[in-house]
């Protein structure tokens, strides 16, 4: 039986940025990164998130040293926040069973604290870089620990394996209710342990890229950031391997919605469905 997941996609605010930093050989004007998070909804395993984009709590992280660091190298502006909108889908924090942590970058994770009831999907390299860095160098990483639960651990369910059905060029995956709904997968080089999701919804496959790519036209093009942007990366040559990989699989895969999380089209595909 063909297992659907809704999706909806919620924007809590946006940091700016120049678009050569973000896709090289885009000119240097300001553009606006938004954060969405991700509503799914299941019909057996209920709601789920991906990722939580921003929340107020990132500005107590902002008085803080070092994470205030952060602030200016993403001068941020927040939306309302994911809790607000979520009661406009009649969703509540305690209704949301499971999140998905793309990655531990403050803009995808500063929510996680308003879930007390829910389950974390991380990769396994994820928490284990969770638990092991502090002070400077987290935050060099893009990750501040004050957005994270004292027991984010212990509510992890780690992934450490991709071993099911593989996609063409981004390879295998793992199949998260083990129904074919949501197929996570590995998404190397913006950060350690990063993962995307593959979503079978009504309307079709839609691939959630996390940051594998920061725009649409990132993948299309073939335009990797800006090498500045090289201290906050993981891995430059996965990166671009990613990126490599994004685009032939938007090729061969012309039927799935790519959505990058920080794209303005990300944010139309929802307004449009």
Not at 56 to 69: E, S, T, V
Not at 92 to 101: E, K, L, N, S
Not at 190 to 200: D, E, K, R, S
Request: hydrophobic residues 40%; charged residues 20%; proline residues 5%.
């Amino acid at each position: 039986m063909t297992v659907h997941v809704s999706i909806v996609v919620i924007d809590t605010g946006y940091c700016t940025a120049r678009s050569n930093l973000v896709a090289t050989g885009t000119g240097w004007q300001d553009v606006e990164c938004h954060a969405p998070a991700f509503l799914l909804r299941h019909p057996n395993h209920g709601v789920a998130l991906f990722d939580t984009g921003y929340a107020p709590r990132l500005f107590d992280a902002f008085r803080q040293w070092p994470d205030r660091l952060y602030k200016y190298a993403t001068p941020t502006t927040l939306g309302r926040s994911l809790l607000q909108q979520l009661v406009g889908y009649g969703v509540t924090a305690d209704d949301v069973r499971t999140v998905i942590v793309s990655h531990l970058h403050a803009d995808h994770v500063a929510g996680l604290r308003d879930f007390r009831q829910a389950a974390f999907v991380v990769s396994q390299k994820a928490l284990a870089l969770q638990q092991r860095v502090r002070g400077v160098d987290a935050v060099r990483r893009g990750i501040l620990q004050s957005l994270f639960p004292e027991n984010f651990a212990e509510r992890a369910t780690p992934v450490d394996q991709f071993s099911d059905f593989a996609l063409p060029y981004l390879g295998p995956t793992h199949d998260l209710f083990r129904d074919g709904s949501v197929r996570l997968v590995s998404l190397p080089g913006h950060a350690t342990g990063q993962i995307g999701a593959l979503v079978h919804t009504a309307r079709g496959d839609v691939l959630l890229c996390a940051d594998g790519a920061w725009t649409s036209r990132a993948f299309r093009e073939l335009r990797p950031p800006h090498w500045i942007t090289g201290v906050m990366q993981d891995d430059a040559a996965a990166l671009r391997q990613t990126l490599r990989a994004l685009h032939d699989f938007a090729l061969v895969r012309p039927d799935v919605a790519m959505l990058p999380t920080h794209c303005p089209e990300t944010l139309r595909w929802t307004e449009s469905g």
